[in-house]
C-alpha cells in the first residue's frame, strides 16, 4: 500500500469516469454478523466496519510482500469498491472459515476479507445477502467525543445499514491515507478509535467546506452520483493546512 495519498485528480471514488474505469476492477467484501434473536446496533455496526477496513489497511499481510498485498495493490489502482453482505448461524461459521480478519464491536461483528474480482466471489460469500440489510439503534448514540475521530454522516440522505457501514469504511480510508506514518501508527496501536454520527443539518454544509476527506458517491447503488455522504474528521488533520477550504481529497463509492 501506497504511503502516500491518491491525488484528488486520480481519486478512486470519483464518480466521474477515469482511466481507473479501465484497470480490473476488485471489491473489499465485509460481512456483518447478524444473528435473528439479537441483532447489532447501527451505529456500532457502522462504526465496526469503519475499523475492519482500517484494520486491513493496517494489516502486515496488506504490505510490501504481504500474502495480501497484490489483491489491496489491484484494488487500490482501481474503483475502491467496498460491498457490505450479512450472515448468521452457519453462514457466519463458513465466512470466518475463510482468510480474513473478524472486528468486533459493542454488539457488531464484522469480518473484512482480502479484496476479490467483482465477479470472483468466493461461493460462501457470493450466496449472502447484500439487499436489505438494516439496522436500528436501541438508544440515541452519546454525543461523539471530540478528541476522538469523527466520521460525520450526510444527515439528508436515506441509507440502509449495509450501504452506511461501506460508506464509512471510505471515509476511515481516506483519513488513513491523509495521516503520517507516525499518525497512523499511533491510531492503530490505540485500537483505532472513531465514532460515526449523523451531522446536524446545520453542521453539515461547513463540514463539507471544511478540509476535511469528503465521500462522494459514485452512484452504483441507492442514492445520486456524486452525492456528499461522509466526511472524516480525525484531530490530526483538523491541524493540517488544506489549501483554500476545499475538501482535501474527494472519492465516491
Known sequence: ?????????????????SARDEAPQFVLPLVVRIERA?????????????????TILADERSAGQGEWAGAMRDWQDARIRKVVRRARGAEWRRAEALD????????????????VPLDGWPKDLARLQVSGTD?????????????A??????????????????????????????????ERTA?????FPLAVRTAAAAHWPG??????????????????PGSCTVVADHPALRREPHGSGGPAATRSA
Not at 38 to 54: I, N, W
Not at 135 to 147: F, I, R, S
Not at 187 to 191: K, L, M, Q
Open 187 to 191: 491510531w492503530r496501536d490505540a485500537g
Open 1 to 17: 500500500m501506497s504511503e502516500d495519498p491518491t491525488p484528488v485528480s486520480d481519486s478512486p471514488f470519483r464518480s466521474e469516469p
Open 100 to 115: 480474513g480478519i473478524t472486528v468486533t464491536g459493542k454488539s457488531a461483528e464484522v469480518r473484512v476479507f482480502p479484496p
Open 149 to 182: 475521530p469523527v466520521l460525520w454522516m450526510n444527515p439528508d440522505l436515506g441509507m440502509s445499514a449495509g450501504k452506511a457501514m461501506a460508506q464509512a469504511g471510505h471515509a476511515a480510508q481516506l483519513a488513513w491515507w491523509e495521516l503520517s506514518g507516525e
Open 38 to 54: 439479537e441483532p447489532p446496533a447501527r451505529t456500532d455496526a457502522l462504526e465496526t466496519a469503519a475499523r475492519a477496513v482500517l
Open 207 to 224: 463540514l463539507v467546506g471544511s478540509g476535511l476527506p469528503l465521500v462522494r458517491d459514485a452512484g452504483f447503488t441507492e442514492i445520486a
Open 135 to 147: 439496522l436500528d439503534d436501541p438508544e440515541p448514540p452519546v454525543e461523539a467525543d471530540p478528541a
